[in-house]
């Protein structure tokens, strides 16, 4: 070649059409059907106006796609190179598409009833840059690179003058004439200024590729100081800057200092050596480049808004550092390939690569990965146990440790653009896991809260990187409740063997503000919820049924960010429901309806609000069988009264605290035992379960109090972790259950039932953890638990959260009603003057009987109705009876969830996992739906995030470009 040829500046392999595939292909279809997505969430909200937009977009979209396909294809097909004139074309219709776009939207693209929650503009707005600009910044790329002739130094200074000179230009504009610019800049304003913003990169791009090129052949001092200050003074200077002010992100990760500093120690060090420290130093290159690349992608849909960040605050360098960083270390690892070729194979030089390159997002993947089964599997030990199972936790404490600490840290702020939603997605499958969970977390397997994280740098208050898309729910905003209940109106009808009644209320707003109204509704075992309806000016509109939480979430959604038209109905505990219904506005009146379903047999007690109603019904027994799910009784007040009673003979039930709060000393605790037990005169045997966050029984079968000391004599649990006391309760309650045998005529263990008491310490900090209520059915004689922090002193707390006088409990006399069917036996209280629904889970039988202590044998109940399980009230048990199998039995909760939801939905009876809910518009009603697919796809304790945001505050940055120029244009509207 003649020395005044002019040479290229980026390699061909650089230019080929693959590169089409990665930065413009397949970036943009993804695009597109991320977008298909958002039009199918509001396009029933959308009018005309906004259709044709969306059209508009959605045609320019498909025909980028199209271009760059047909592109590639030509490209490809006639083997030619990628160049500066396509690189222009390309960069223009990108640019073009995104001005569309930001245009779009300053003419109301998006519907306003979507956009506070539902899906924001500046999500909206992010995705578009952050897909589009790979494709654009490689068009501006190669268009810049053009060959350039050797010692063309007016080359040179004209692209450092452009460098230079554009920044200081606007900055001088700026300050000189805002905000006093000319009426064309309405409209020509955003295409002057993105015409010099590309011109600035073009330039960047370019002064990069020229020092590459150019000066490693002549000077090798010049490169080592490009690569000194790009390559190590400006990212530390960066993450420096980030530590007072963290934009778009909080970096100050020790990790992220480590890989800076390693990164430009490398790019700092000679490469012309021996061939082994030159393949050495390559492949260090190699490892860094994830590192380089990650800051380019995370800083390149700010590229745009370089100009007006340096003009604002300086910091255009820092959205720039990254870029040039990203350039220079591609042009060297291809170099340093391109001189590997020469002394090695192709496929070994490429091996080499690929593992290099892929060692640190293995690592972050393998992290993500591993914190994910940690958490799972503490997750499903501590929320989803099986309750009468002792088998030991099986992860590793060690890394779930590790885990709870890098999501402390993630839920704080201290989160990375695109790694902490992937990691987020990953672990949690894009849902989040409380605080107060995590905590609870941390107290069950280490004994201990979690420590707080670090405090952020000194301006984190105003540039706070938590994302609300992480949040629990949103911002509360204080709503008065003050609407009233002002009349009822009820009707009954027959169906099926049962009845319904139908009761209008009609509630009223009396103040001069918006008010929610609330009231809570009271019904009795064996009555169900089959209809909801809110009026919404003249239409009455039915309610349905999706998984509480998600119905919860998506209330609490749209009365705290848009304060439209919901109304809810869900159940507080199994006999009182929450009915609440937003906004009334000022002296407003509203109508809701409710659907109540109850079997011919029983005459109910409802209460809504201060409002009584009895409605028509009998007295006697109805049951529904299902084949699959087990049987549903209802055993009226009265029939209940009538019934043979028996009373039991109690055993106690010792709880050993082994925890590393409050563990009994394994020399005392016999004694200590003794002497509770002394406290229950009329109790002759026991059973001993030892528990921190596992549990381990001292012995199969009952065991005489004298005899303490033959089971207790060893330590069979170690002293670790917190003290899950409502687990070993529930497990305590679940093996009395799992013993109850109608045939063990010589000792029938159904006459016996347990007192629990726990042992433990001053010290001692139990974990209340899952739901104690649903095992209440398994020993109402004493419907609480006894616990002895000292030595002679119990406490009584009732296994529904009431405490209970301790001593009031020892004495009273205990009546309870054993029924029986197909083996199981289940007892009811006697006493309570309330109706009864029985639930027999693994009962098959066709006869109900009742235990008769005169005769000392169950006796069939001869004049019980059975209820078609085809009807309502039949397919509303079946519902019921998926639900008490999953509150029993933690571990089948994850596989009833969808099942029950969707029982709940066919039969449209509500049950204590479901909610009957009402919203105004079908961009709300799609949104349930996803809302609730995700969230029955995981476990019950984790939550859903607020909005699918993006991961920092820096990317609304994004947003703000578009939407200042929209509010600005419309100041500058003349007033009709």
């Known amino acids: 070649m003649n020395g005044n040829d002019a040479y290229p500046l980026v390699p061909e392999s650089w230019k080929r059409p693959w590169m089409i595939l990665w930065t413009a292909i397949l970036p943009q279809a993804l695009l597109l059907w991320m977008n298909i997505q958002s039009w199918h969430l509001v396009s029933g909200e959308m009018a005309d106006d906004q259709l044709q937009w969306a059209f508009f977009v959605f045609a320019g979209e498909v025909g980028l796609l199209a271009a760059n396909a047909g592109l590639f294809v030509f490209l490809l097909a006639r083997r030619r190179l990628f160049n500066g004139w396509i690189g222009a074309s390309s960069l223009v219709l990108h640019a073009g598409f995104l001005f569309l776009v930001c245009y779009a939207l300053g003419e109301g693209l998006l519907p306003s009833s979507v956009t506070t929650w539902i899906l924001p503009e500046e999500v909206f707005v992010y995705y578009q840059f952050a897909l589009i600009m790979p494709a654009a910044f490689f068009g501006l790329a190669c268009m810049a690179c053009y060959p350039r002739r050797p010692r063309n130094h007016r080359d040179l200074a004209l692209t450092l003058s452009l460098c230079i000179g554009i920044p200081l230009g606007w900055f001088g504009l700026v300050s000189i004439r805002w905000p006093h610019f000319p009426s064309w800049m309405d409209w020509m304003g955003p295409v002057v200024f993105a015409l010099f913003t590309f011109v600035l990169i073009a330039a960047l791009v370019r002064l990069v590729f020229i020092i590459c090129a150019g000066v490693r052949s002549q000077n090798r001092a010049v490169q080592m100081i490009f690569a000194g200050l790009f390559g190590l003074i400006l990212p530390l200077g960066g993450l420096t800057v980030n530590w007072f002010v963290p934009l778009p992100a909080d970096f100050q990760f020790l990790a992220i200092y480590a890989l800076a500093i390693l990164n430009g120690v490398f790019l700092l060090l000679p490469d012309d050596g021996a061939e082994r420290s030159r393949l050495i130093v390559w492949l260090g290159r190699c490892l860094l480049y994830p590192f380089t690349f990650y800051f380019f992608i995370v800083f390149l849909p700010f590229l745009p808004f370089s100009i007006p960040a340096m003009i604002i605050m300086g910091a255009g360098f820092l959205i720039l550092t990254p870029t040039v960083l990203f350039l220079f270390h591609t042009r060297l690892i291809a170099e340093g390939f391109s001189h590997a070729a020469t002394t090695l194979s192709r496929a070994k030089i490429m091996g080499l690569m690929v593992g290099a390159l892929s060692l640190i997002p293995a690592y972050i993947l393998g992290g993500a990965v591993m914190d994910r089964i940690n958490l799972h599997e503490a997750l499903r030990y501590a929320y989803q146990d099986q309750p009468s199972d002792t088998a030991p936790y099986r992860g590793s404490r060690l890394l779930l440790k590790h885990s709870l600490h890098r999501l402390r840290d993630f839920k704080a702020g201290r989160h990375l653009p695109f790694l902490s939603s992937l990691y987020n997605k990953i672990v949690f499958d894009g849902l989040v896991l409380p605080d107060d969970k995590m905590q609870d977390l941390h107290r069950t397997f280490f004994g201990c809260d979690l420590e707080e994280p670090r405090s952020q740098g000194k301006y984190a208050a105003y540039f706070s990187s938590r994302p609300r898309a992480f949040s629990i729910r949103p911002p509360?905003?204080?709503?008065?409740?003050?609407?009233?209940?002002?009349?009822?109106?009820?009707?009954?009808?027959?169906?099926?063997?049962?009845?319904?009644?139908?009761?209008?209320?009609?509630?009223?707003?009396?103040?001069?503000q918006q008010e929610e109204f609330v009231t809570q509704i009271s019904l009795p075992d064996g009555v169900m919820i089959s209809g909801f309806w809110l009026h919404i000016g003249k239409d009455r509109v039915p309610g349905r049924i999706f998984e509480k939480k998600t119905a919860l979430w998506v209330y609490r959604m749209i009365r705290d960010m848009t304060r439209r038209d919901p109304g809810l109905l869900y159940y507080q505990d199994k006999n009182h429901l929450e009915l609440r219904v937003f906004p009334l506005a000022a002296k407003e009146?509203?109508?809701?309806?409710?659907?109540?379903?109850?079997?011919?047999?029983?005459?109910?007690?409802?209460?809504?609000?201060?409002?009584?109603?009895?409605?028509?019904?009998?007295?006697?027994?109805?049951?529904?069988?299902?084949?699959?799910?087990?049987?549903?009784?209802?055993?009226?007040?009265?029939?209940?009264?009538?019934?043979?009673?028996?009373?039991?003979?109690?055993?106690?039930?010792?709880?050993?605290?082994?925890?590393?709060?409050?563990?009994?000393?394994?020399?005392?605790?016999?004694?200590?035992?003794?002497?509770?037990?002394?406290q229950f005169p009329e109790i002759a045997d026991c059973a001993v379960t030892y528990a921190n966050y596992e549990v381990c029984d001292a012995s199969d079968a009952l065991i005489p109090v004298e005899s303490l000391e033959q089971v207790l004599s060893g330590e069979l649990l170690p002293v670790r972790g917190g003290f899950c006391r409502d687990r070993a309760i529930r497990h305590a309650l679940a093996v009395y259950a799992g013993r109850l045998q109608p045939a063990d005529a010589a000792a029938p263990f159904f006459l016996r039932y347990p007192v629990v008491v726990v042992v433990s310490t001053d010290e001692s900090r139990p974990l209340a953890q899952g739901n104690l209520k649903a095992f209440m059915a398994h020993s109402p004689d004493v419907p609480c638990f006894y616990t002895a922090a000292k030595e002679n002193e119990l406490k009584a707390e009732g296994l529904d959260g009431k405490q209970e006088d301790a001593a009031c409990l020892r004495t009273r006399p205990v009546n309870v009603v054993l029924f029986e069917l197909g083996g199981e036996i289940v007892a009811c209280p006697a006493d309570g003057g309330r109706s009864a629904a029985l639930t027999f889970l693994r009962g098959e039988g066709s006869v109900l009987r009742v235990y008769d202590p005169a005769r000392g044998d169950f006796q069939p109940l001869e004049k019980a109705t059975w209820l078609s399980s085809k009807s309502r009230y039949g397919q509303g048990s079946e519902a019921l009876l998926i639900h008490a199998a999953?509150?029993?039995?933690?571990?089948?909760?994850?596989?009833?969830?969808?099942?029950?939801?969707?029982?709940?939905?066919?039969?449209?009876?509500?049950?204590?996992?479901?909610?009957?809910?009402?919203?105004?518009n079908s961009a709300q009603w799609k949104m349930l739906e996803l809302t609730e697919k995700k969230k029955l796809k995981n476990f019950e304790a984790l939550e859903l995030a607020a909005t699918p945001e993006p991961s920092t505050w820096g990317l609304m940055l994004l947003a703000g470009g578009c939407l200042a120029w929209r509010a600005w244009r419309q100041g500058r509207r003349p007033s009709p």
Do not use: W
Not at 488 to 497: C, P
Not at 638 to 666: C, M, N, Q, W
Not at 897 to 913: M, Y
């Open 476 to 512: 509360m905003r204080p709503v008065p409740t003050q609407a009233v209940l002002e009349s009822v109106r009820t009707s009954e009808f027959e169906e099926d063997g049962c009845r319904s009644m139908l009761a209008q209320l009609e509630i009223r707003n009396p103040l001069d």
């Open 589 to 678: 009146t509203r109508q809701v309806e409710i659907e109540f379903l109850y079997p011919g047999t029983l005459s109910p007690a409802i209460a809504m609000g201060d409002r009584r109603f009895s409605p028509k019904g009998g007295q006697g027994i109805s049951l529904v069988a299902s084949e699959s799910t087990g049987t549903y009784a209802v055993v009226s007040s009265e029939t209940l009264a009538a019934l043979p009673k028996a009373t039991r003979r109690p055993y106690l039930h010792f709880i050993i605290d082994r925890s590393l709060s409050g563990a009994v000393d394994s020399t005392s605790v016999v004694a200590r035992c003794r002497s509770l037990a002394a």
């Open 886 to 920: 999953a509150e029993r039995d933690a571990s089948r909760a994850f596989e009833l969830q969808p099942l029950l939801a969707e029982k709940s939905r066919q039969c449209g009876i509500l049950t204590p996992a479901t909610s009957y809910i009402v919203v105004e």
